[in-house]
């Protein structure tokens, strides 16, 4: 039996057209986002993991009804789309894969409801989106759109009853991962006509729309650069307050996507003003290294420990 058949059997999918549901949105994820979709493979216990990938599939599919196409036709697509998934949780029915894998992972972890729920009441911040004005904008696209959509896949990560610390630090890991996006991301962004980064911020390194658009690299862009990735990188340096709080056998995954974000600031820095002509990637083997060592932590942390008294070591200590 293939590990995600065994994944399908832990999380409890046994109905076959249920487990070809989210056999779908396995294959979405994996052609979207490869690299992740290994991570987590490797690195979630298998209850877990189909939940993980559906919440992603939700994610993704919403991204994509807000960026593509005219204001007016990603209004109405996410309009029509918002109605389905409320219809559906209200009813626990659906005629859409997608949304009969979020009604069972639902039902699976109630408190995602909630979860979804703010999502689709801030979700249309990214319908607004056309660049910022300063920083206190940027920090109210985080707070709006980031991290309602971030806490699709959080909550699944996190603990059973938030006293509010595990979202504070989702909070914080969220605003750097979004930040270093939108550095890292400056040549699409710029051919696309919608910048990341605060106006206020560009004016502060005397940095213009018009010469990013234009190809050119004016004297204050590597500075530029260096103080986003800089300002990103802390706030990812401060996530790290973040593994603790998550639910501990899912701790792995989220210490090595923290070690993945570092790894990528660090590429995006060393790029510096080349970023204005493509992204930079995490490197390989540092990528390798980090998803070994959460390898390590998720296999100890999943053996049993020796009864006492057999000789060997306690596995608690």
């Known amino acids: 039996m293939s590990g995600w058949n065994q994944s399908l059997d832990a999380a409890g999918v046994r109905e076959p057209r249920l487990r070809s549901d989210y056999g779908i949105q396995r294959r979405l994820v994996t052609r979207f986002r490869r690299t ?11 209850p877990v993991l189909p939940h993980v990938v559906a919440a992603t599939a939700v ?3 919403g991204d994509n009804l807000l960026d593509t196409g005219t204001k007016a036709r990603r209004a109405a697509a996410w309009a029509s789309w918002e109605q389905r998934v409320r219809k559906a949780l209200e009813s626990g029915m659906s005629d859409d894969p997608l949304l009969r894998t ?4 639902v039902a699976a972890y109630p408190r995602l409801r909630a979860v979804v729920e703010e999502y689709l009441s801030t979700a249309t911040a990214e319908l607004d ?16 759109y980031s991290l309602p959509a971030f806490m699709l896949v959080g909550a699944l990560l996190g603990p059973e009853v938030d006293d509010g610390r595990y979202r504070a630090a989702c909070r914080t890991f969220i605003d750097g991962s979004q930040r270093l996006d939108f550095v890292n991301d400056l040549a699409e962004d710029v051919r696309e006509g919608r910048l990341g980064i605060p106006a206020r911020t560009l004016e502060r390194f005397s940095v213009t729309g018009e010469d990013l658009a234009a190809g050119r690299e004016p004297p204050g862009l590597t500075e530029l650069v260096h103080h986003q990735i800089g300002a ?13 709080l998550t639910a501990a056998p899912n ?6 996507v923290v070690e993945i974000e570092l790894l990528t600031a ?9 970023l204005l002509r493509g992204s930079a990637r995490p490197p390989l083997a540092g990528t390798l290294r980090a998803l070994s060592v959460a390898r ?8 049993p420990a020796h009864p006492a008294g057999d000789g060997r070591r306690s596995g608690a200590g």
Do not use: C, I, W
């Open 102 to 105: 979020l009604v069972h992972t």
């Open 36 to 46: 992740s979709y290994l991570a987590a493979r490797l690195l979630l216990p298998r």
């Open 232 to 244: 990103a990188r802390a706030s990812l340096e401060a996530a790290g307050e973040l593994v603790p």
């Open 266 to 274: 660090g590429a995006a820095f060393a790029r510096g003003p080349k």
């Open 129 to 144: 989106f056309a660049g910022f004005v300063d920083e206190a904008d940027y920090q109210a696209y985080v707070d709006a």
């Open 296 to 303: 390590r932590q998720a296999r100890n942390g999943r053996r």
């Open 251 to 256: 701790r792995p995954l989220v210490g090595a």
């Open 59 to 61: 994610m993704h599919h």
